[in-house]
């Protein structure tokens, strides 16, 4: 019974300890794939949606989510007594003092980093992508060398070259040059009259995805990429990499961040900070400035459905969740976390989106899969060839010396201590319970004297 009260709680506590890395697997993997739908799927009311206006309802929810869960925090410390505006007031002193300001930089970095996503995603497959984005294990691995000074030792720069030859293998195209120039020149043939319009809107299916607006080209050409948006592997490789440059250069500086504060702050209150900070820049530089005029002119919420919900919802989460993994010990855990999140988002494109499997998509997602499980994971080590931990090392204290003779010798400050013997037992063995004299008395020897009798002769 005692040995399965003990297994119990062991267990939950592995569940509890898990239940993170499960969350964020699910989290990650869902994103891509929801994400990669939403800019390829069939636009709602001929309209796709604006990555700008995405963006920023993702920094609403987090900051929605945050607040509530910040002030719960908040409360618990509180009086029962304190009204809810001095509750806020409390929480909103709490958050913009001390060094908040720093996190600003962060934030904004986060912001560049989600816009790049959408249009890596629009851009790439959801597998392609997934693989390709694990360069942020080199990005964080560089800016940690050079923020927190962190040693990198020589298996693990081994490990992100072979990284960075698995994402090359990955990016290998996989249609042959000539190919690549038809498929090229076809999509840059517009319809020039209206027997091909015809043919264009028929071939597109029950042609409430275009809608031609006007008899120029350009209308023309921005109705069929709508509809049937044209992958650039180009473009999405260099949002991919801004991507992790920004994320890792982000997760880096809120670590410092985090351990630079000499303030103890609850992180649901830095997720409010952070949140904040990313209203501004998604706000001002994505909405008004870069999508102004389309959200005046056809809304913001223009494209919507499901799919897009679900992805900003989805991201929300996990912008959350991943703000909990930087002061997060299972390094192994976290390594399984991201080979699951890999292979999950490979099965889903072939499963969802009809993704073909190449032989150096193959050797570069097994390459990716090798550098990531194992540059996470402290128990690796190539030198031992087992995972086996070290042999233990005895010291030259820990050794027994021998004498000339061979025989032992004990240390020249050892002391022994000797137990007064039991007049019940023969001479030269020691009792298991020592006496206790009274007090006031010298302890007298315990041997037996010659005339047989215990207490010495006075």
């Not at 000499?262 to 400035?289: C, D, E, K, T």
């Amino acid at each position: 019974m005692g040995e399965r009260a003990q297994r119990q709680p062991s267990g939950l506590q592995t569940a509890a300890s898990l239940a993170p890395w499960i969350l964020f697997t699910a989290e990650s993997t869902a994103f891509v794939l929801l994400a990669h739908y939403s800019r390829v799927m069939p636009p709602a009311g001929g309209k796709r949606y604006l990555t700008s206006t995405a963006v920023f309802l993702v920094e609403v929810v987090k900051l929605a989510i945050s607040l509530t869960m910040a002030l719960y925090d908040v409360s618990k410390t509180a009086p029962p007594s304190m009204p809810a505006t001095s509750l806020f007031f409390s929480l909103t002193s709490a958050v913009f003092s001390g060094d908040s300001w720093k996190l600003a930089i962060p934030a904004a970095l986060d912001v560049l980093s989600n816009s790049l996503l959408y249009i890596a995603l629009s851009n790439l497959r959801a597998a392609s992508f997934q693989i390709t984005f694990q360069l942020k294990f080199l990005t964080t691995a560089i800016f940690g060398l050079m923020l927190l000074k962190r040693s990198i030792p020589a298996r693990k720069w081994g490990l992100l070259l072979l990284l960075v030859v698995g994402v090359a293998l990955v990016q290998i195209p996989d249609a042959s040059p000539e190919q690549m120039l038809q498929d090229d020149h076809a999509s840059h043939h517009f319809p020039r009259s209206l027997e091909e319009w015809k043919a264009v809107k028929q071939g597109a299916g029950a042609g409430s995805s275009l809608h031609k607006r006007s008899a120029t080209y350009e209308g023309i050409e921005e109705d069929i990429l709508t509809a049937d948006p044209h992958l650039n592997p180009a473009i999405g490789l260099l949002a991919t990499i801004g991507a992790s440059l920004a994320s890792g250069l982000a997760g880096i500086y809120f670590e410092k961040v985090l351990k630079d504060s000499s303030n103890h702050i609850s992180l649901w209150v830095r997720n409010v900070q952070l949140a904040v900070y990313s209203i501004f820049p998604a706000l001002f530089i994505g909405i008004v400035f870069q999508d102004g005029e389309k959200i005046a002119e056809d809304g913001f919420f223009q494209g919507y459905n499901w799919a897009v919900w679900s992805t900003i919802i989805i991201q929300a989460l996990g912008g959350i969740v991943s703000a909990f993994y930087a002061s997060h010990a299972q390094k192994d855990a976290r390594s399984l976390a991201t080979t699951a999140n890999i292979i999950l988002s490979i099965v889903g494109s072939i499963w969802l989106f009809d993704f073909e499997v190449t032989a150096s998509f193959l050797l570069g997602s097994a390459a990716v899969l090798v550098a990531t499980h194992y540059y996470g994971n402290p128990t690796f080590n190539p030198a031992m060839g087992s995972l086996r931990p070290p042999p233990i090392r005895i010291d030259a204290y820990e050794k027994d010396p021998a004498g000339p003779d061979g025989s032992p010798v004990a240390p020249p400050n050892d002391f022994s201590i000797k137990l007064p013997t039991s007049p019940f037992l023969s001479d030269g063995m020691s009792s298991s319970r020592p006496t206790s004299p009274a007090a006031g008395h010298t302890r007298v020897s315990s041997s037996r004297n010659a005339s047989a009798s215990y207490f010495d002769e006075k």
